[in-house]
Each structure stands twice: as structure tokens, then as C-alpha cells.
């Protein structure tokens, strides 16, 4: 059974610092990738797709990679800003069926 | 496009209580997705349809929850009778291809059973 792990789960940074978020998942057959944000009594907004051929993909001040084989893949935040915070959620899917989430770090930018 | 549209966005009913909860996914979307977060388990798959067939209910917790989805544009996820321990958030997703490529979630339903 896939298995979906995000370090750390909580996370305070001062403004403007770059940071990473890290998800670890257990069986490497997946794919595809996806990194959500979720913002507190809201749903989840999509933020990045990762294919299982893919390496990363990038979105404005966003980064995530894929390093399939050792089941990896990491987000990071440049020049991060108070409206980052939110939890971010990593989440695998083999295919012909559902997402398998992590539990989510929950990130808080501080002013 | 409206996006994923669930209703309600808020439901309180009391135990034994049957619930109903709706979907209309994206237009042109041919997979759609049940799941349920709570604090302890977080994000769940319940139920997955493909083409509007069932593929994947493994995750549907017992017999007192179902799921339909009788045309492309509509799903309901009932819950009859319902308990405490359904209290949680329902999220629906949808996506496109075969197999689906990224989920679009809408906005969820947040169900407490008293």
C-alpha cells in the first residue's frame, strides 16, 4: 500500500526566506505527482503536476522535482511572502485510480 | 468554467439522519473522485468513476455509504443512517484523460453528525 510522508509538518519562517518542503512516498510505480495548497476551511488548489517522466516543474516562485527511483520529491519556495501560508499538501497517483495524500506541512510566513 | 461545484457547503444533521451530498464536476471532465479529510486520517479516497462506472470503492468505509453517478455532470454520495464519526470534510474532484491527469477539487462539504 502506497504510502505518503511530508517533512516537516510544521514550518515558521520569517518573510522572505527561501524554503523547501519535502514528500516521501514508498512505492515508486507512480504516474504522477501533484503538489496542493489548502488555505484554512477552503479546498485544495493546484499548484504543480509533476509527470512520472519528469524531473520538475516550475510555476512563478514555485519549484517541485521528481526523483522517482529514490521516491522523492520537493518543493521549493523562493522570496517567500506572508500569503504563502497555507498547508501544502504532495499527493501520488499510479493512474487508474485516486490520489494517496500525505498528512501536509503546515506553513506559516511570518511579516 | 464554474469549476467543481458541490452542495451543500455546510450540512448538521443528527445521528441516523440520511445524508446526501452533490457534485457537478468541470464540463468535459470524464473522471470523478470522492474523498473525505479528518484530522486524524487527513485525505482519503472514497470512491473513483471513470466514464461514470464505478471503478474503485475500496475506500468507502461501510455499507451506509453509496455513491452514484448517473450522468457526466452529476454524483451523489449518501450516507444512510448517518454517525458521529462521519463527521468530516467531503471533497469531489474531477480530471481529465485515460487514466486522469491532474484532479481539479471543488470547494467541499463540511458535514457534522450530532
Redesign the interface.
Known sequence: KQEVTQIPAALSVPEGENLVLNCSFTDSAIYNLQWFRQDPGKGLTSLLLIQSSQREQTSGRLNASLDKSSGRSTLYIAASQPGDSATYLCAVSRGADGLTFGKGTHLIIQP | DAGVIQSPRHEVTEMGQEVTLRCKPISGHNSL?W?RQTMMR????LI?F?NNVP??DS?MPEDRFSAKMPNASFSTLKIQPSEPRDSAVY?C?SSLGD??????????TRLTVL
Open positions: 473522485f474523498y487527513g485525505l482519503e479516497l473513483y471513470n471503478i474503485d475506500g471533497f474532484a487514466p486522469p491527469v491532474e484532479q481539479f477539487f471543488g470547494p467541499g
